[in-house]
C-alpha cells in the first residue's frame, strides 16, 4: 500500500504513527502484519494493551471505505481479533470505545452485498466472538447492537465460514446473561435460530455451537414445536397434535433439524431430561410422517434416504427410540418415565405393533414361512417393505425400551398377540444391522419378571424351552432361567 492510496483513503497521521511506531514499519500492510504476528502470542497482546494500541485500530477500521479499503480492513479485523483473545484490558477497551459498534457497520457493509464477503464477515463475528467471552457487560452490549435484525440477516449469509461464529457469538451471550436466552425463544429472537438452521441445512456447521443453540432452545427449553414449524413447507404445524393434519410434505430443512436434534438426544442420554412437549411433539410428527411415507416405494439405503418423508420418519423414530431410554439406561428418572408413560398412554406400542405386523418378515423368516406354505398352501404374512434399511430394527429398538421393567408394556404387547411376532425379529438381517441384538434385548425385557409372558412362549412349544420354528432353523432357542426368571437365546446347533 503506497502513501497515494493513504492519502486517497483519509487516514488520518495520528492513527498511522502509532501503528508505525509499535510495528516499526512505514508501510501500513507491513505494519498490520507485523502487529497481527505480535498479538498471536499473550505478551505481545498485552504489551500493545499497554502502548493502547486497540483504540488506534478501531479508528483506522472506521477509516477504511468498503470495498476499496478490504483487504487493510482484512488485517485491521484480524489484528482485533488476536487482541481481544484473552487480553482484558483490550477487551474492556473494545467496548468502551464502541468497537462493537465499529464491526456492526462493517458486517453491515460486507454481508449484505448481492453476492457476501464471507471473509470480511467471518473474521468480524470472529472479534466478536473473542470479545463475548470477556464476560456479562461484553456480551450485553454484543446483543443490545445486535439482537435481533442484525443477528437475522448474519443469519441469512448461507456460507459455512460464517455460520459457526455466529452461533459461537449468540452461544456465549445467551448463556452468559440471565434473561438473554428467554428473548433467543421468544417471538423476536426464533427467526435468528430459523435461518441459522436453514443457512446450516444448506452449507452444514463445523463447530458444536449450533448444537448447543439446539440443544437449549428444543430439549431444554419446550420450544422445539415452535421451530419446527417454522421451517415447515407451509403453515400447517402449530403443535403436536395439529401435526396429524394438513398438508403431506415436509421440508429439507425439518429432516435436518430432526438429524441433529436425534444426534444431541443420543449424545446426551445420560444428562438430560425429556419435557413432555419436545416428546409429543416428535410423536405427533412420527404419526404423521407414517401416512405420508406409506406412498413412497421401497428405499435403498438407511437414513439420510434423500425423501424426505422417509427421512422424517426415521429420525422421528430414532429420537423416539433415545426418548425411552433414558429411563432405561438412568434407572430412576421419575421425569422420563412419566414421558414414556405419556407416549404409551397416547398409543404407542399398539401403533408399533401395527407397524411392525404389516412389514414383510425378516428374510429368514419368510423362507421359513413359504417352506411352511408348501406344505399347507396358504398364506399368512404381509409382504409390505421396509422404507429405509433399519426401520424394522428402529421399530424393535423402541418396543424394547419401553418394555424395560414395564409390567402394563409387557402385558399389553402380549394382549395384542406381539410375543411371537417379537420373536421373530431375533435373527440377523442385512438390511437391519443388529436385528437379532435389538431383538434379543426386547425378548429379554418382555420375559423378565413377567409370569404370563412366561408362560406364553412355553407355550408355543410344550417343551422345557421355547423352540420357535424360526428360530431353531437358526440353531436358537429362547430359555427361561427357573431360577432368576430371566430369558436369553441360547445356540443349541
Request: charged fraction near 25%.
Amino acid at each position: 500500500m503506497d502513501d497515494a492510496s493513504l492519502v486517497e483513503f483519509s487516514i488520518p497521521q495520528d492513527v498511522l504513527q502509532p501503528l508505525f511506531s509499535a510495528s516499526h514499519s512505514s508501510s501500513l500492510e507491513e505494519t498490520l502484519e507485523n502487529l497481527i504476528e505480535v498479538s498471536r502470542a499473550n505478551v505481545g497482546r498485552s504489551d500493545l494493551a499497554s502502548k493502547n494500541i486497540l483504540p488506534v485500530v478501531l479508528q483506522l477500521s472506521q477509516s477504511l471505505p468498503y470495498p476499496p479499503g478490504r483487504h487493510l480492513l482484512l488485517l485491521s479485523l484480524k489484528l482485533l481479533r488476536n487482541l481481544c483473545a484473552g487480553e482484558v484490558a483490550n477487551q474492556d477497551a473494545f467496548v468502551e470505545r464502541n468497537g462493537v459498534g465499529v464491526v456492526s457497520t462493517i458486517l453491515r457493509s460486507a454481508g449484505l452485498l448481492s453476492d457476501p464477503d464471507y471473509g470480511t464477515v467471518r473474521m468480524g463475528l470472529q472479534v466478536l466472538a473473542n470479545v463475548s467471552l470477556a464476560g456479562e457487560e461484553h456480551q450485553r452490549a454484543i446483543w443490545r447492537r445486535f439482537f435481533p435484525d442484525e443477528f437475522v440477516a448474519l443469519a441469512r449469509v448461507r456460507s459455512r465460514e460464517t455460520c459457526d461464529p455466529l452461533c459461537m457469538v449468540i452461544y456465549a451471550c445467551y448463556d452468559g446473561c440471565p434473561g438473554l436466552g428467554a428473548e433467543l425463544c421468544g417471538d423476536s429472537g426464533l427467526p435468528i435460530v430459523e435461518e441459522i438452521v436453514r443457512t446450516a441445512c444448506v452449507v452444514g456447521f463445523g463447530e458444536d455451537w449450533l448444537k448447543l443453540i439446539l440443544s437449549t432452545i428444543c430439549l431444554e427449553e419446550p420450544h422445539f414445536p415452535r421451530l419446527f414449524t417454522k421451517l415447515c413447507l407451509f403453515d400447517v404445524f402449530s403443535n403436536g397434535e395439529d401435526i396429524e393434519g394438513g398438508n403431506d410434505l415436509f421440508s429439507s430443512e425439518q429432516v435436518f433439524l430432526l438429524k441433529i436434534i436425534s444426534e444431541i438426544l443420543n449424545e446426551r442420554l445420560n444428562d438430560i431430561t425429556i419435557l413432555n412437549e419436545f416428546a409429543s411433539c416428535v410423536f405427533g410428527i412420527f404419526k404423521r410422517s407414517v401416512g405420508v411415507s406409506n406412498s413412497v416405494l421401497r428405499c435403498k439405503s438407511g437414513l439420510p434416504t434423500g425423501s424426505n418423508a422417509v427421512d422424517i420418519l426415521g429420525y422421528s423414530l430414532t429420537i423416539l427410540r433415545d426418548i425411552c431410554a433414558c429411563y432405561s439406561l438412568g434407572g430412576s428418572k421419575d421425569d422420563s418415565m412419566d414421558v414414556v408413560d405419556m407416549l404409551l398412554s397416547s398409543g404407542l406400542i399398539e401403533m408399533l405393533l401395527c407397524l411392525l405386523g404389516e412389514l414383510e418378515p425378516p428374510a429368514i423368516i419368510r423362507k421359513a414361512l413359504k417352506q411352511g406354505e408348501n406344505q399347507d398352501r396358504t398364506s399368512s404374512y404381509s409382504s409390505k417393505p421396509c422404507p429405509y434399511k433399519g426401520f424394522r430394527r428402529d421399530i424393535v429398538a423402541v418396543i424394547g425400551n419401553c418394555a424395560y421393567r414395564r409390567k402394563h408394556v409387557q402385558d399389553e404387547i402380549r394382549q395384542k398377540n406381539g410375543i411371537l411376532l417379537l420373536l421373530q425379529q431375533c435373527v440377523t438381517e442385512e438390511d437391519n444391522l443388529f436385528l437379532r441384538e435389538w431383538g434379543i434385548w426386547t425378548v429379554r425385557n418382555l420375559l423378565e419378571g413377567n409370569a404370563e409372558n412366561q408362560r406364553a412362549v412355553a407355550e408355543l412349544e410344550l417343551q422345557g424351552s421355547v423352540d420357535v420354528p424360526e428360530l431353531a432353523g437358526l440353531g436358537l432357542r429362547v430359555e427361561v432361567d427357573p431360577k432368576t426368571q430371566r430369558a436369553k437365546l441360547v445356540n443349541v446347533s
